[in-house]
C-alpha cells in the first residue's frame, strides 16, 4: 500500500511543488495520475522513489515511512519499484541484454537464469535482435520498449511508468498499455503518470488529477470498483 498523509514538498526558494496531498493507493490498483506540465506529477514521481525528501507529511510504501529511510537503505526500498523513465535512463556504456539483465544481476539471480529471463522480455517486445546493440543504436521506440522491460525484469511489486507514451507511435503506446494490463491483473500495482487523455479515456482506471501541487480530483473508474467515471 502507498499512503499519502498531508505530503507538502518545497523546493530551494520556497516554491511549493506538492500541498498537503493525501492519497492511497492499494495493492494490485492500476492508478492514472494526470495533470498539466508543472502540476506536480513529477514531483510525486520523484518523492515515490526517495529522490525527493518530504519537507511536511508523510508518506509509506508498504510500511515503509520514507521520512525515516535513511540514504543507504534507498537502494534495497528501490528494488520493489520498477520505473520507466520519460527520458529512458538507459546506460549508454552497456548493451541492450546488459541494461535489462541490470536488475536481475543486483537482485542476485544466476547467469543462466538471467539470460532466459532477458531474452524472453526481448522476445515479448520483438527486439531480441538488437541485444548486443547499444542505446545509442536504438530509435526513441525502442529505447522506449527496452526502459519497460527493464522495469518489469526483477518482478517488482510497483511499477511507475512517467509518460510511457510520449516518445512512442500510437500502435506501439496501446501495445505498452495492454502489457501495463497484464501486469496489473497478476495483482502488481500500476501507477502511469501522463498527460494523454486519450490513452486515460481508453483504459477505464482510477484517474487522480493534480494541479497547483494539490489534488483536485480522484475518480474511481475501474471495472473492480464496480462503478463507472463520475
Partial sequence: MI??????????????????VSL?????????????????KTTLTKVLLGEKRVTLGNLKVN????????????????????????????????????????????TGEGASEINKKVMSLLSLIRLEHKKDSFPRQLSGGEQQRVAFIRAIAANPSIIIADEPTGNVHRELALQLFDLLEKINEKGK???VVTHDMEIVNRYPH???TIENGKIISDTACTEEAGVGCE
Wanted: glycine share 10%; net charge positive.
Fill in 63 to 106: 510500511g515503509c515511512s520514507l521520512r525515516n529511510l535513511k540514504p543507504k537503505e534507498l537502494p534495497h526500498f528501490r528494488r520493489n519499484i520498477g520505473v520507466v523513465f520519460q527520458d529512458f535512463r538507459l546506460i549508454e556504456r552497456k548493451t541492450v541484454f546488459e541494461n535489462v539483465a541490470l536488475p536481475l544481476r543486483i
Fill in 189 to 191: 500495482t500500476v501507477i
Fill in 206 to 208: 482510477r484517474t487522480v
Fill in 3 to 20: 499512503e499519502f498523509n498531508g505530503v507538502t514538498v518545497k523546493y530551494d526558494g520556497g516554491d511549493v511543488a506538492l500541498d498537503n
Fill in 24 to 40: 492511497k493507493i492499494n495493492d494490485g490498483e492500476f492508478v492514472f495520475i494526470v495533470g498539466h506540465s508543472g502540476a506536480g
